[in-house]
């Protein structure tokens, strides 16, 4: 039997099945809890097989999403073992692999075990696909409404254009989500990267800056870790995180605020009043942020 909550954002549960028929046969659909950039739901087919699909909808269209990106990410990462293969790309939403395991605890995760993924994600051939944040958070801006565009919100948004600066590092293939959340261990151990919508050519530095902020793990010891285990010059990396730890917290605010605007979930609210706290409390001391 087909049961599920049917999310106002989504597709409706038989729309999918109408979309994968006769690609696949699905015998039972679920919504996925969790995800603010999308609302995915877990398939089985016939013979026991499950796959997760994960739409485009409005909340994609709203963060700047690419199915068809996600896609290419999938399959780069998949090459070097990091993740599964994805199955395939719709014009309604992607299709890949339910990944077997447990998803990592909040209490597992430490900086070791992330600066070895991090170091993993990092080392793949480059995508042509690219994160450049201050033109994420300018399009996040732009696509909220009159309402969440208050003098505070305007100010911090001219203050982080005005001082957009161009990454000091070679870029490399970023996941820009690598929390705890997205790590699922199997067996003997080995950790699968999940959900890699937002993984693109960017700074290596400010996914190092997100991962610790994902996790809540010091920045100081993953920034050593991470140039540890690549023998990169300790000083020089802290020196660049730092400076976009400031601009990490900018499209954190943004992204939560929409996110908020989006679903109504007073838990994106919180995180983005403290962003804004945050961001305003540096601002009004007159330190030099971005430097």
């Known amino acids: 039997m087909i049961q599920a909550p049917l999310s106002p954002l989504s597709l409706p ?12 046969k699905i015998k039972n659909a679920e919504y996925l809890e969790g995800g603010l950039s999308n609302r995915c739901m877990k398939l089985t087919d016939f013979c026991g ?18 199915r068809e990106n996600e896609f290419k990410a999938l399959k ?7 993740t599964l293969p994805p199955v395939a790309c719709f014009d309604e939403g992607l299709l890949v692999h339910w990944i077997e395991g447990k998803p990592l605890d909040k209490k597992e995760i430490n900086v ?3 600066s070895r993924l991090l170091t993993s994600v990092h080392q793949l051939p480059d995508l042509k696909h690219t994160f450049e944040p201050f033109s994420k958070a300018e399009y996040y801006f732009q696509h909220l409404s009159s309402a969440f565009k208050t003098k505070e919100m305007k100010e911090i948004h001219h203050f982080f254009q005005s001082n957009a600066f161009e990454s000091q ?16 261990k199997q067996d003997k151990n080995e950790i699968k990267i999940i959900d890699w919508e937002y993984s693109a050519l960017g700074d290596p ?21 991470y140039c540890q285990v690549r023998g990169f010059d300790v ?3 802290l020196s660049i995180c730092r400076r976009w730890k400031p601009v ?9 605020s929409l996110g908020f605007e989006l679903y109504g979930d007073k838990v994106y609210k919180t995180h983005a009043l403290i962003l804004l706290k945050q961001l305003k409390m540096n601002l009004s001391s007159g330190s030099n942020l971005l430097r």
């Open 49 to 66: 097989r499950h796959y997760v699909w994960r739409p485009k909808g409005d909340s994609t269209c709203a963060f700047g999403l690419s």
């Open 13 to 24: 549960i038989y729309a999918v099945i109408e979309i994968l028929d006769p690609y696949l």
């Open 112 to 114: 070791s075990t992330l």
């Open 205 to 225: 530095a400010l996914d190092i800056v997100m991962a610790s902020f994902a996790n809540h793990l010091s920045l100081h010891r993953l920034v050593k870790a």
């Open 169 to 184: 590092l070679k870029l490399t293939v970023s996941h820009f989500d690598l929390g705890y959340y997205n790590l699922i």
């Open 235 to 237: 000083e020089l990396w």
């Open 248 to 256: 990490a917290q900018y499209l954190g605010l943004f992204w939560y």
């Open 76 to 82: 780069r990462a998949s090459d070097f073992g990091l």
